[in-house]
């Protein structure tokens, strides 16, 4: 073991610099200027609706673009930009250091090959570990996902949603990965599994202090689980910070909607405070802020100048690209 | 004694040796709504593809307007006034619309195939200003649509017939945050404006509050409780419905301890 203090790009699981990505037959960037960072052990939510670039974002880790795209900036992924690597260390990353849980086990496993082969095929493939070795491993893994062992031997169809969403959990850590993309992991879940799953993952992120990128669309869920969150509107980042102050004090009126527009159970009943109009489409260009169609607070500025992404006075840690932030923040403070 | 729209008594329905639907019974009052609620598995699909006609019951009787609906009807005309009991709408417009078909055109033959022999224009417009769709809208194909105006076009289709009571059956599940508001809003304005009952299939139980005055919950075929959606949702006394309200993620949450009481019920 090293002594010496982990370099800047060493201590970031991932670090995502002025991402830009340009897709052919689109009149803007479809992902514009997006910097996030996870630090080793550390849990980060990317929230957004379709089309905000929160699954394009979290995919770049994994240098999987859509054809023809165009990219700007950096993502280190441990110190090395996937960007800019050979395709044979790219095919060594997607194997060990990154992982990636998709939204649907169903999607994302071959049914025509027994769960046992898809868990082992990963790290046999690159000759790293033999056979025997990754058949041993993968059952230790099933047993830490609470699957019995005895389903290595079964098909996916054979065992339930909620399982196979732990096989595919199971199948991420077999490369020891340092950094975990979960992509609406539990969306396709019942409420009860979606516990159990988060539970699950939450535990082993903990216990195999790997970087853990969480995207969903569900704010509620990505405050109760995640140290901070970024949230994402048409392809920039709106607002980032502490999960907890994210969620108590919002600085960007796109995430107060969000809040305020979530149905719960426990809320009084009545008509929800809903957000007014779509997401800006991809043929259309952003002069200004994005959100300032649907904006309570838009003025003529807002359709002018894209706001920059700046740190709240008292919080460094809080940044939200709004030029009312201060508005927002004082009339929630009065109610 | 109060008026139903509809009735469901004592529905039952077995795949092999599974009992899918296990009795099941709920009166929905003229013009109300409610909520059945339960995860995958639950029975409460099923249930509502019995009320709407999809499956048959192997027992029970659904009732529409005190008379009994019946399972199969012979004949052009009483086909279409079986139709316009119970209309539904489904988790995905883009599979229940068809893709060559304009939005306008969808409501004119719906209109066309009820109501033979009117000018239908004024109705047309009508629908698509109740769902808060604009002439632009009106000429697209569901393919040149965004979900939350899709789901606009199938919620004007399914009232084009005035029916009794729409069947919606994870209507909002696909939706993105901000357009599911706006479609449980709308929900909720529609029900104001017209004497439509919803009999409203949902897992979440953040839209049933929205939507619906009385609410049951199933778990794997069966009733375990039922009542209105203020007392369910306010005081569980399930311990199945406790659970399901422990589940949905909010400041505190303790997926861990979810977990284990899923284990031990």
């Known amino acids: ?112 090959r027994r769960i046992g082969d898809f868990l082992v095929e990963g790290v046999t493939l690159t000759g790293s570990v033999n056979q025997a070795d990754a058949t041993a491993r993968a059952g230790e893994l099933l047993q830490d996902v609470g699957v019995d ?67 969903t669309h569900d704010l509620d869920l990505a405050a109760t689980i995640s140290d901070r969150v970024y949230v994402m509107y048409a392809g920039r980042i709106a607002e980032s910070g502490p999960a907890d102050e994210l969620f108590a004090r ?32 991809l043929r259309t260009t952003l002069t200004g802020c994005a959100f300032a169609a649907r904006c309570p607070l838009a003025t003529e500025v807002c359709e002018q100048r894209q706001p920059d992404l700046r740190p709240a006075p008292d919080r460094p840690g809080h940044r939200a690209a709004c030029h009312h932030t201060e508005q927002l923040t004082r009339s929630s403070a009065d109610a | 004694m109060p008026e139903y729209a509809l009735q469901a008594v004592g529905l039952t329905r077995s795949y092999g040796a599974v009992r899918a639907v296990d009795g099941v019974s709920f009166a929905l009052p003229k013009g109300g709504s409610l909520g059945i609620v339960g995860e995958s598995g639950s029975g409460k ?45 489904f988790q995905d417009p883009l599979q229940s619309l068809d893709p060559r078909t304009s939005v306008e055109s969808v409501l004119r033959e719906t209109l066309g195939l ?76 529609i029900r104001e404006q017209t004497a439509v009952g919803y009999l409203f299939i949902t897992h979440d139980l953040g839209a049933v509050r929205c939507v619906t005055d009385d609410v049951i919950v199933m778990r794997q075929g069966r009733v375990v409780e039922a009542g209105s959606t203020s007392e369910v949702l306010g005081s569980p006394r399930h311990p199945y419905t406790r659970l399901l309200m422990d589940s949905v993620p909010r400041p505190g949450w303790d997926p861990a301890r979810i977990a284990e009481a899923r284990r031990t019920l």
Do not use: W
């Open chain 1, 1 to 112: 073991m090293s002594t010496t203090p982990p370099t800047d790009s060493e201590k970031y699981a991932l670090q995502v610099q002025g991402l830009r990505i340009t897709l052919p037959g689109t009149a803007r960037n479809v992902l514009d200027g997006v910097d996030l960072t996870v630090a080793a052990g550390e849990t980060v939510a990317l929230v957004g609706e379709s089309g905000s670039g929160k699954t394009l974002t979290s995919r770049s880790a994994l240098g999987l673009l859509p054809p023809g795209a165009l990219t700007e900036g950096r993502v280190d992924v441990v110190g090395e930009d996937v960007l800019d690597i050979s395709a044979e260390r790219l095919r060594a990353l997607r194997t060990g250091t990154v992982a990636m849980i998709f939204q649907d086990p169903r999607a994302a496993i071959n049914p025509l």
């Open chain 1, 149 to 215: 062992p005895s389903v290595l031997r079964k098909y996916p169809s054979q065992v339930s949603g909620g399982m196979l969403q732990r096989v595919m959990i199971a199948a991420a850590l077999m490369g020891d990965p340092s950094l975990l993309l979960a992509d609406e992991p539990t969306t396709a879940l019942d409420v009860t599994t979606q516990a159990e799953v988060v539970a699950l993952l939450i535990r082993l992120q903990q216990c195999f202090a790997t970087g853990l990128l969480f995207v």
């Open chain 1, 250 to 281: 919002p600085r960007h009126p796109y995430t107060a909607a969000l809040l305020a527009s979530t149905p719960r159970p426990d809320a009084p009943a009545g008509r929800l405070a809903a957000i007014d109009g779509r997401p800006p489409d």
């Open chain 2, 45 to 89: 699909t099923t249930t509502a593809r019995i009320v709407v006609g999809l499956e048959q019951a192997d027992a029970g009787e659904v009732l529409v307007g005190g008379a009994r609906r019946a399972s199969a009807v012979r004949g052009r005309a009483r086909r279409l006034a079986r139709a316009r009991e119970v209309q539904m709408v």
């Open chain 2, 114 to 189: 009820h109501f033979p022999g009117r000018d239908h224009t004024p109705r047309v417009r009508e629908l698509l200003d109740q769902v808060g769709l604009g002439p632009r809208a009106a000429d697209a194909r569901p393919g040149g649509l965004s979900g939350g105006q899709r789901q606009r076009v199938a919620i004007a289709r399914a009232l084009a017939v005035e029916p009794a009571v729409l069947v919606l059956d994870e209507a909002v599940a696909a939706l993105d945050v901000s357009v599911q508001a706006q479609i449980l809003n709308l929900l909720a304005d």
